[in-house]
């Protein structure tokens, strides 16, 4: 089992910044990405920026350039500095853990969420 504890998130005014932090707990060996996703009421769980064992990062189009996803691999954590903020990036994020399954996909844990509130 693994366990994820986001922490960080906040109020903040557009064009603001928050870093967010992920800790991960518990059966890790096989986890081979972290990252995170974000929620709005009523809206699908959306990718924000992943990163996988090897360091190769993905972001959505709408993150690209003010976002950065890292990892400190000693310390079994994962950041999103968040920079530039806008009201659109208001919503809960998710801290997320893949790891493989025996039948070749891939099992997915989540943290509990951190609210991120952009607002003047």
């Known amino acids: 089992q693994v366990q994820l504890v986001e922490s960080g998130g906040g109020l903040v005014q557009p064009g603001g910044s928050l870093r967010l932090s992920c800790a991960a707990s518990?059966?890790?060996?096989?986890?081979?990405?972290m990252g995170w996703y974000r929620q709005t009421p009523g809206k699908q769980r959306e990718l924000v920026a992943t990163v996988t064992t090897g360091g190769s990062t993905n972001y959505a189009d709408s993150v690209k350039g003010r976002f950065t996803v890292s990892q400190d691999n000693a310390k079994n954590t994962v950041y999103l500095q968040m920079n530039s903020l806008k009201p659109e990036d208001t919503a809960v994020y998710y801290c997320n853990a893949r790891k493989p399954t025996s039948w070749g996909t891939a099992f997915n844990y989540w943290g509990q969420g951190t609210q991120v509130t952009v607002s003047s």
């Open positions: 518990g059966s890790i060996s096989r986890i081979n990405a």
